[in-house]
Structure formats: C-alpha cells, structure tokens
C-alpha cells in the first residue's frame, strides 16, 4: 500500500488555542478514510489544513508537516494544491450558470484545456463519474440552480473531477440531503476511490461504516484511534471509541 498523505507530528492553534494535537497519521491512496469524533473535536481542522483552506484564517498556526506523495504541501504553491486536493463542503454551493458551465469552469479558469471538444469530454466524464450524466444529459444548458439539492451535491463533485485531482475532500456531504440523495452520493465515493484517494469527515457514524476502508476517531484535538473500519466497529481498541459508535456520548 502507497501512502497518499503522511502527516507528521501536526498541531494547530486558533488564537494559540490547540485545536489539533501532534497528530501522526498516513492515507493511503485510493482508500476511503472517515474520520468520526464529536463537535471540536479538531475533524474540520485536519481537512481543511490538508489544503490549506485554514490559512485565510488570519487566528490560525500551526506545527509539523504534511506530505502530499513526497511533497510538503506548506512549501506547495496554493493553485497548484487546489489542483491536487479537491474538497466538497456540507452544502452544496453550484455557480449560478448552466450545468455544462459549472463543470468546465475550473478547467478553462486554470487553462488546462482549449478544444472545445475537450471540455465535452471532460463534461461527460466528470458527470458519469459523480452518477449525475444519465439525469442531466438532456438538459446540460439548463441553470444548476434548478436542479435538486442531491444533484446539486454531485454536479459540485463533477466540478471536482473536472480538474483531475489526487485527493478529494468530504466535508459533512450528506449532511443537508435526504436519504436518497445520501445514497447516491455515497454510491459515487465507493466509485470514486478507483482512481482517487478520499478523506471523509462525518458526523453520520453509520456512513463511515458503510463507505470507509478505515476509520480515525478524533476527540479533543487528538486521534484516538483508526483501524480498518469492519474492526473499529465491532471491536475497537479503546473505549473512548466504544462509547461514541455506540452513541453513549458525542
């Protein structure tokens, strides 16, 4: 197994608050890593700090490195990380413009395409990939602001796969859908981790079950525990972990 990401001795702070304490952990590539734990328990932290999302936030520092196949993602130039690791918010948030436009829009702003029939492909490929092309390949020119809240959520994953990435991010992405929509995008991720690696941070414990290789849970900045998710469930390690997947606290 190759290690995606490798995180060595992290710690961040907001205000010099600790938020994430000397978290040592590795990815591997083309898994599905649900991270589980409580409110601030530092989940949001550590996904947004994998691409850099956190350094707009002028309260935020931090401590240690984290490797992106070799490659220190602090020394990366941030376009070229965004190009590289993908991330997927709780809502779904599609550009006011057609559904074709929303898919292209990355690649055109970040020239890595000219031919028309280029994008086409790209288009197609990317809806296929997030289980949307069959329900909107009539209607590419239509705004995506008309569609429903779960395709809206998997036209944001296309915009993703649009640009190629390495890694893709999930932020709570059911968190606002149905359990039909939750289904499908769910059904996507398993998919999805043929060709790419995926952090899942949920609060829905059940999803982690369902769809994650591995499961790290986290509680007051620190990890407490990851294991390969069939184990952590029926017999995790420490009963911290214990006590939150069977819903005693959290």
């Given at each position: 197994?190759?290690?995606?990401?490798?995180?060595e001795?992290?710690?961040?702070?907001?205000?010099?608050?600790?938020?994430?304490?000397?978290?040592?952990?590795?990815?591997?590539?083309?898994?599905?890593?649900?991270?589980?734990?409580?409110?601030?328990?530092?989940?949001?932290?550590?996904?947004?700090?994998?691409?850099?999302m956190?350094?707009?936030?002028?309260t935020?520092?931090?401590?240690?490195?984290?490797?992106?196949?070799?490659?220190n993602?602090?020394?990366?130039?941030?376009?070229?990380?965004?190009?590289?690791v993908?991330?997927?918010?709780?809502?779904?948030?599609?550009?006011?413009?057609?559904?074709?436009?929303?898919?292209?829009?990355?690649?055109k702003?970040?020239?890595?395409?000219?031919?028309?029939?280029?994008?086409?492909?790209?288009?197609?490929?990317?809806?296929?990939?997030?289980?949307?092309?069959?329900?909107?390949?009539?209607?590419?020119?239509?705004?995506a602001?008309?569609?429903?809240g779960?395709?809206?959520?998997?036209?944001?994953?296309?915009?993703?796969?649009?640009?190629?990435?390495e890694?893709?991010?999930?932020?709570?992405?059911?968190?606002?859908?149905?359990?039909?929509?939750?289904?499908?995008?769910?059904?996507?991720?398993?998919?999805?981790?043929?060709?790419?690696?995926?952090?899942?941070?949920?609060?829905?414990?059940?999803?982690?079950?369902?769809?994650?290789d591995?499961?790290?849970?986290f509680?007051?900045?620190?990890?407490?525990?990851?294991?390969?998710?069939?184990?952590?469930?029926?017999?995790p390690?420490e009963?911290?972990?214990?006590?939150?997947?069977?819903?005693?606290?959290?």
């Amino acid at each position: 197994m190759v290690d995606k990401i490798k995180v060595e001795n992290l710690s961040c702070y907001y205000d010099k608050k600790c938020a994430l304490e000397s978290l040592n952990i590795s990815i591997v590539q083309n898994e599905i890593l649900s991270i589980i734990g409580p409110a601030n328990s530092g989940k949001t932290t550590f996904l947004r700090t994998l691409n850099r999302m956190n350094d707009f936030d002028k309260t935020y520092s931090r401590k240690g490195k984290v490797y992106l196949v070799g490659d220190n993602i602090f020394d990366m130039n941030m376009e070229n990380l965004r190009k590289r690791v993908g991330m997927l918010f709780a809502m779904p948030i599609p550009l006011p413009m057609s559904i074709y436009e929303n898919v292209v829009y990355a690649p055109k702003r970040l020239g890595l395409i000219s031919k028309k029939s280029e994008l086409e492909t790209i288009v197609e490929q990317a809806l296929k990939d997030a289980s949307l092309w069959d329900e909107v390949k009539d209607r590419l020119d239509s705004s995506a602001m008309k569609i429903s809240g779960g395709q809206q959520q998997r036209l944001c994953i296309a915009r993703i796969l649009a640009i190629n990435p390495e890694v893709i991010l999930f932020d709570e992405p059911c968190s606002g859908l149905d359990p039909i929509s939750t289904a499908k995008v769910e059904e996507s991720m398993i998919e999805l981790k043929r060709k790419y690696t995926i952090v899942l941070v949920t609060n829905n414990v059940k999803q982690a079950s369902r769809v994650s290789d591995r499961t790290a849970f986290f509680l007051m900045g620190k990890l407490v525990e990851i294991d390969k998710t069939d184990r952590l469930f029926v017999s995790p390690k420490e009963k911290q972990t214990e006590d939150y997947i069977t819903g005693r606290f959290g």
